[in-house]
């Protein structure tokens, strides 16, 4: 038995390495091993029962070990049966569901990014809705938090959304009259609103400490299945002459938002703006706060105008391959692109 | 910590300050929205700071008349404050209005008025807003602040390299925080003029593109807001103004001179807002103020 995996105190374990002992089995001499360890022979007895104990079983007792020690992992398998259960967020645009696996998957972080007016706060509005759809509808019927930091946020918009929502679940489904009049008592616009947690920051520092406390806000509505952040990037990009201090605030509330995320099992969209970089003399559009930051998101997306048409490209992603899709934003809220309906575009 | 606010107790739609029009009203979603920052880009002589002087007139309207009962503060940056055009508007104003206001009310008092020549003094006035704000007690509060215009904070003082592009990048946050903050805090609209620049390069970059509206257009020149995409994030709202001349003819006078008529058509378009689609209307400019033009194709 590896002294490593003797369910022993650490003093002791160090004591049989230090006397050079890396594997113990029953028949070592006890009185031996009490000499070396400087310790009873009534301990050194029981030390040895625990190996033998421990080999008589070495393999499942190998694998307890493993698994207590790793007590937090997943076997792949798991993973792969949680993703099919907790599903995808979908945005509305089949197009971009599809580039997108199915939706904004939950368990990760997804970095979304755009110029100013491209629909950033339209799709983050468009989740938090969606995020609700009830499970008979194919939806996750979850509560969304909404943490706002540019006070784009608009309850009139959302409301214009949440209608156009029930709208299109309402036609999707067949329903007879009652069965309507049921869906439209229990589907209110005013429940979509109370089912959204906004949070308003008008300061980094209350943004660092609102995500700080996040966990227990969430472990008391274990509803919320979709966190959003529109935008990450506003109130770290002034005041911080200390770049440094910067990467390191913004890790930590990275890797906080990684661990909500998967401990969870909700989504993170974490909206970027975009900035122009100076570089070789001419400028180029990159997301703004830096390379370093953004290691820690699953998923990035930017978003673009390709003529007059909004598209996102899926420019990072650990399981989707890089493709674009075409989406609009309409006053019912994200949509398909009206000209993609018309015309079946050879990719 | 903080605690989230409940939507569903929230007024259905945000309160807004008229634009003194029903016709602009009626395209723009019933004036600025407060708690946000609604910026005007246009090149000058298009009607910028006219529209803001209406703004600070609308703001004095009872709520119930779409304004928000409320003083506001000017900041100019470019020009001196029009006093005579704001007085002669301010007349007009409360001839038509007079029953809606106390008898002896000068909407001319309800206006403070600062000048900003740089943009650390304009930080060093926006931090002093507070104070005046709790001053300025429950009887028309200060609910409205005027900033005309934000590029000529920026325009000179400014290099074009990287150590001074920093540096600006920093003050546009640092101000619009703290705009946002007050905005949040006191329930005001906010709104900044902005100036326009020419787009050289035809093609561009395609990314550059901001908003919804293709290309900008005025006075026949593609152009685009100045401060470039650093500025353009910070800004919850931003309206575009136009301007085209129109040339007709006129017919033949009694000489057999041609007559020209020469016209000036100006436009407010959105160019991107959290609440409002693409949409634009035709307005013009006369002696009582900014009205929008019905009856246009």
Not at chain 1, 265 to 279: C, D, E, I, S
Not at chain 1, 337 to 345: A, D, E, F
Not at chain 2, 53 to 64: C, E, M, N, V
Not at chain 2, 143 to 163: C, G, M, P, Q, T
Request: proline share 4%; glycine share 6%.
């Amino acid at each position: 038995m590896d002294v490593g995996r003797l369910p022993i105190s650490p003093v002791l374990k160090e004591r049989l390495i230090k006397a050079g002992y890396s594997t113990l089995s029953s028949s070592f001499s006890p009185s031996l091993l009490a000499r070396d360890l400087n310790i009873s022979e009534a301990e050194s007895n029981k030390i040895l029962a625990l190996a033998s104990q421990s080999n008589v079983l070495p393999s499942s007792s190998g694998n307890n070990a493993v698994s207590r020690a790793l007590s937090c992992s997943q076997s792949a398998w798991d993973m792969l049966h949680e993703e099919v259960v907790f599903g995808h967020i979908t945005t509305s645009c089949a197009e971009l569901d599809k580039i997108l696996g199915g939706g904004i998957s939950c368990k990760q972080l997804t970095e979304i990014g755009g110029v100013p007016g491209i629909g950033k706060t339209q799709l983050g509005i468009q989740l938090a809705v969606n995020v609700q759809i009830p499970v008979d509808y194919g939806g996750v019927e979850g509560k969304a938090i909404y943490i706002d930091t540019e006070g784009s946020f608009m309850v009139e918009r959302t409301l214009q959304i949440v209608k156009g929502c029930i709208e299109d679940l309402s036609e999707r489904s067949s329903m007879t009259e009652r069965d309507f009049q049921v869906f439209q008592d229990k589907w209110q616009p005013k429940n979509f609103l109370r089912n959204i947690f906004y949070f308003r920051v008008c300061s980094y520092t209350e943004q660092v400490d609102l995500i700080n406390n996040l966990e227990t806000f969430i472990s008391a509505h274990k509803d919320v299945k979709m966190v959003i952040v529109d935008s990450i990037a506003f109130h770290f990009r002034q005041d911080f002459e200390d770049l440094s201090s910067r990467t390191r605030i913004l890790n930590g509330m990275t890797s906080n938002l990684i661990k909500i995320a998967k401990d969870s099992k909700l989504a993170v969209v974490l909206m970027n703006q975009v900035t122009a970089k100076q570089k070789e003399g001419s400028f180029q559009l990159t997301l703004a706060l830096g390379n370093s930051w953004s290691q820690g998101c699953t998923n990035r997306v930017i978003l673009y105008w390709n003529g007059n048409e909004r598209y996102a490209y899926i420019d990072k992603s650990a399981n989707l391959r890089s493709a674009s899709a075409p989406y609009s934003v309409t006053s019912k809220g994200i949509r398909s692109s009206i000209s993609n309906c018309k015309r079946i575009k050879m990719m | 910590m903080l605690l989230p606010e409940n939507l569903a107790e929230h007024p259905p739609t945000t309160q807004k300050c008229t634009f003194g029009c029903p016709i602009i009203d009626a395209h723009f979603g019933g004036g600025i929205p407060v708690n946000s920052v609604t910026e005007v880009v246009a090149e000058s002589g298009c009607g910028k700071t006219q529209l803001s002087l209406q703004l600070l007139l609308s703001a004095q309207l009872p709520i119930s008349r779409g304004g928000l009962s409320a003083s506001s503060i000017y900041i100019h940056s470019e020009f001196p404050f029009p006093l005579r055009r704001f007085h002669s508007l301010s007349l007009s104003f409360i001839a038509a209005r007079s029953h809606l206001f106390p008898p002896g009310h000068d909407p001319c008092d309800y206006v403070l008025v600062q000048a900003a020549h740089s943009a650390d003094q304009l930080f060093d006035i926006l931090s002093k807003v507070e104070a005046l704000v709790e001053k300025s007690g429950n009887q028309f509060p200060i609910r409205l602040i005027v900033i005309d215009s934000i590029a000529a904070l920026f325009r000179l003082d400014y290099e074009n390299n990287s150590s001074d592009l920093k540096l600006r990048t920093y003050l546009f946050f640092k101000i619009s925080g703290r705009l946002k903050m007050l905005a949040k805090r006191f329930q005001m609209a906010v709104m900044i003029t902005n100036q326009v620049v020419d787009l050289v390069d035809p093609d561009g970059v395609n990314g550059l593109k901001v908003g919804n509206v293709r290309f900008l257009y005025s006075s026949g020149r593609r152009v685009c807001a100045a401060l470039g995409m650093t500025w353009a994030n910070c800004v919850n709202t931003r309206l575009f103004m136009s301007r085209t001349e129109e040339v007709s003819s006129g017919g033949v006078d009694e000489s057999g001179e041609e007559i020209v008529c020469c016209k000036t058509r100006r436009r407010l378009h959105v160019v991107f807002a959290p609440h409002l689609p693409d949409s634009s209307c035709e307005f013009m400019i006369t002696r009582d103020g900014v009205f929008g033009v019905v009856g246009e194709q």
